[in-house]
């Protein structure tokens, strides 16, 4: 079955380094997404991604984050100066559809990238 | 605006015993409603969905959800559990206009006990 993978399962940092956080989306998917889970809080989206470009970004996603897919085959998620704050579950989803309704399983999720700021 | 309350987290239940989980939401606008489970070390994937018609929906695993308009309430239940089903699982909404986007709660984690 296919599935969405991130590297690294678990990264620690010291506050104020740049991180970069990796994901392989499924192959043939086109939407792309991040959310994050801050440890007893709810799962929040970050941002989606479509055609090269963020198609949208919550009030989290701020000047210190951004997104790329520069190979065709990753989807990265970038922090330039890790904040307390940032330390969180981060997951990666693709979707075959934008809509949900139009999938048949939903998103795909991956097993997500614990980050620890220190 | 939507948001989702799952007031369990976490839920103890002895293996072959019923389970109810518990997953009320608000919104201003018609939603699609969804659970997603996350096994240990693994992804979230959807167990199940209600777009819309019959309000009893069944999913993988023996779960179903029964969609309440009226309580504004989404529980899953599944009638015996097993210990494989040890895991965390999220509700979720999408608003009927947005539903790119999805609202999740904080998550009940199910503890499967001998």
């Known amino acids: 079955e296919p599935e969405v993978t991130q590297t690294p399962s678990h990264q620690v940092t010291q506050m104020g380094q740049e991180v970069i956080l990796r994901c392989v989306p499924i192959?043939?998917?086109?939407?792309f997404y991040w959310y994050r889970q801050i440890l007893g809080q709810k799962v929040e989206f970050l941002v989606s991604?479509?055609?090269?470009?963020?198609?949208?970004k919550s009030e989290i996603f701020d000047d210190q984050f951004s997104v790329e897919r520069p190979d065709g085959s990753n989807f990265t998620l970038k922090i330039r100066s890790t904040k307390l704050e940032d330390s969180a579950m981060y997951f990666c989803?693709?979707?075959?559809?934008?809509?949900?309704?139009?999938?048949?399983?939903?998103?795909?999720f991956g097993s997500g990238t614990r980050l620890t700021v220190v | 605006a939507q948001s989702v309350t799952q007031l369990d987290s976490q839920v103890p239940v002895f293996e072959e015993a019923p389970v109810e989980l518990r997953c009320n939401y608000s919104?201003?606008?018609?939603?699609?409603l969804f659970w997603y489970v996350q096994y240990p070390n693994q992804g979230l994937q959807l167990l199940l969905k209600?777009?819309?018609?019959?309000?009893l929906v069944k999913g993988i695993n023996g779960f179903e959800a029964e969609f309440n308009k009226s309580q504004t309430s989404f529980h899953l239940r599944k009638p015996s559990v097993h210990i494989s089903d040890t895991a965390e699982y999220f509700c979720?909404?999408?608003?009927?206009?947005?539903?790119?986007?999805?609202?999740f709660g904080k998550g009940t984690r199910l503890h499967i006990l001998p």
């Open positions: 991604f479509y055609n090269n470009e963020i198609s949208e």
């Open positions: 979720a909404v999408s608003p009927y206009n947005r539903d790119d986007k999805i609202i």
């Open positions: 989803a693709s979707s075959e559809a934008r809509r949900q309704v139009f999938t048949n399983y939903g998103y795909t």
């Open positions: 209600y777009l819309s018609g019959s309000t």
């Open positions: 192959s043939n998917h086109l939407y």
């Open positions: 919104s201003s606008v018609s939603v699609y």
